[in-house]
């Protein structure tokens, strides 16, 4: 028998969709159940807008969501793209190239085929030609089909058509149409039960282009049989292909595979969740802004970001929805773009963990209860691997709670050990904040003991870093939050330079061996003692001395991070901005 093979299949047009790891993660957990095999493929034939990079970006966001592919390309330790293909006894011919756009002598074998039985033919009519043919229809109040021309007599390769073929074969501009059957289509779906197109509806479709490269319906084809795929598990948006998809089948003598369509994945207001998103967020920020202050136009934005001023006045009217622009207007407004693809969530500080057990309960649940009767919600890739099932997949969309996902990985980051948490905080912090790193340092143990700080009320690894945003601070910074100052440090007649200065005295006897968090942390607690005023106004003296504001991370780690010298500099510079 057949393995059961399920594959993943994007264009590389872009970052990975959340949508898409969606979709990949539900293929790899049903292949992982059934003993199977789970395949990556790059449909990259729109090769104005795909790109080596794009494909290169999907592998690695896959695979740090730990959704690792049995089949097709990956990348290698030295940098390079190589791919898994099938081994010999395997009983599946190797399948050579994952990508395409490698594989065009392959699809314009049985589209020969297919135009030989009658069931294809070239078309050569000009975009202006077609063009016009649909302004009449639209005229007519009418849904535009091609019209398929008389002398093409379905399933019959005759005289018209073979000259047809010989004008395409000579050279002449052309596609390749389809002859759709007139007859009914039935969709066998795992998720939605039988869906039934009636007799007429589908229209002789393009399945290759003028640029010689396959149309994405023919090529997805062609490509599941030769692979060896068996289940096609994908969003619902692409129902309305699947009988093109078997009309074709049943035309090339393919088998059909079995189909399952997910349901959408949408945003808390039933929006669908696209990479619009981003623009409509930035396009709404500049519009709110531009609505309070009348000298904000469109000349001066891009004078302050750089973008062309033309293309900024088409974006913010909603003629282009250009990520670069939505990128540039959100920093210049200090506003956070909505998470949308994989590297959003990765470079903001998610874990993988947290992505996939939240994304899987994205239309499928494991149907179990927790000992105190919840459902169960929390669990790992393993125990996804070995209870998915396409029957628990539901029919209706299911609503992307940003603050859920957030709340799930606020907790797998509590639930990592503080080495491993400051170990992974350390590694991303290297990639996405190296000027952090930088001032963090090389040493283990300063890593450990900020982390041990941050870590109780990190939701994210970015967190962990806007809150220890004082280490950043210039020891010689004088700029303090005059709120905090007045509160802390010059009301009650100063009281809190007062206690500061107490404080400061018996850091100057600490040794730089004792400069550790709970010998600081006691002496605080005893100048409070002391004074008679708790421990709460003196750490607050000091909190505001080393990193200018009332906020930080514990106090005895942050002073123990900073170091004995940077912790004095600091209380200096305090006490030089606020002497009398």
Request: proline content about 5%; overall charge neutral.
């Amino acid at each position: 028998m057949n393995p059961i093979v399920t594959r993943f299949a994007p264009s590389p047009t872009g970052h990975l969709h959340i949508g898409g790891a969606r979709s990949a993660l539900f293929c790899w957990a049903f292949a992982k159940k059934n003993g199977g095999r789970f395949m990556l493929r790059i449909e990259d034939t729109d090769a104005a807008r795909s790109s080596l990079e794009s494909a290169r970006g999907i592998i690695e966001d896959l695979h740090w969501l730990g959704i690792v592919n049995d089949l097709g390309p990956y990348i290698a330790q030295n940098g390079s793209i190589g791919q898994h293909d099938w081994e010999a006894g395997s009983g599946h011919p190797p399948v050579g190239e994952y990508f395409q756009a490698k594989r065009v002598p392959i699809y314009n074998k049985y589209l020969e085929q297919l135009v030989r039985a009658g069931r294809a033919y070239p078309a050569f009519e000009s975009n202006e030609e077609i063009e016009a043919q649909r302004k009449v229809a639209v005229a007519a109040k009418q849904t535009y089909r091609y019209p398929r021309p008389a002398e093409i007599e379905y399933g019959n390769f005759n005289a018209a058509l073979e000259a047809r073929w010989k004008r395409a074969q000579s050279g002449e501009r052309h596609v390749v149409r389809f002859a759709a059957p007139n007859e009914e289509i039935v969709v066998h779906d795992q998720v939605l039960g039988d869906v039934k197109y009636a007799a007429g509806e589908m229209d002789d479709f393009v399945i290759r282009k003028a640029d010689g490269f396959p149309i994405y319906h023919f090529a997805v084809v062609i490509d599941d049989e030769t692979m060896g795929v068996t289940h096609v598990m994908r969003a619902q948006e692409h129902l309305n292909n699947t009988p093109r998809h078997v009309a074709l089948q049943r035309a090339l003598g393919f088998r059909t595979p079995i189909y399952a369509h997910m349901p959408l994945i949408v945003n808390m207001d039933n929006s669908k969740m696209s990479k619009r998103d981003k623009a409509k967020f930035a396009r709404k920020a500049a519009k709110d802004a531009m609505a309070k202050d009348k000298a904000i136009t469109a000349a001066s934005l891009s004078a302050s970001t750089g973008q062309d001023e033309k293309l900024i006045a088409q974006f913010l009217s909603a003629d282009n929805d250009s990520l670069e622009i939505a990128q540039a207007l959100a920093k210049h407004f200090k506003v956070p773009l909505p998470e949308i693809e994989v590297w959003d969530f990765r470079q903001n500080g998610y874990l993988p963990e947290a992505i996939t057990n939240f994304v899987s309960l994205l239309g499928w649940n494991p149907g179990l209860k927790t000992p105190d009767g919840k459902d169960l919600e929390k669990f790992d890739m393993q125990f996804l691997a070995s209870h998915f099932g396409i029957e628990r997949i539901g029919k209706q969309s299911s609503k992307f709670d940003r603050a859920k996902l957030l709340s799930f990985n606020a907790d797998a980051i509590n639930a990592l050990p503080d080495e491993v948490f400051a170990s992974r905080w350390r590694t991303w912090c290297e990639e996405f904040e190296p000027e952090f790193a930088r001032v963090v340092g090389s040493a283990d143990e300063r890593w450990l003991l900020l982390a041990r700080a941050v870590k109780p009320r990190a939701k994210t690894l970015r967190d962990g870093v806007r809150a220890s945003a004082f280490l950043l601070r210039s020891d010689d910074a004088t700029d303090f939050d005059a709120a905090a100052c007045e509160k802390n440090l010059l009301a009650s007649d100063r009281q809190g330079l007062s206690l500061l200065r107490t404080v400061r005295d018996r850091f100057e006897t600490v040794g730089e061996l004792e400069w550790t968090a709970p010998i600081l942390h006691s002496l605080i607690e005893q100048v409070g003692q002391q004074a008679g005023t708790g421990m709460g106004p003196v750490s607050q003296a000091v909190r505001i001395a080393i990193a200018g504001a009332a906020v930080s991370p514990p106090l005895g780690e942050s002073l123990a991070v900073l170091g004995k010298a940077a912790s004095l500099t600091r209380i200096r510079r305090c006490f030089e901005r606020f002497s009398a």
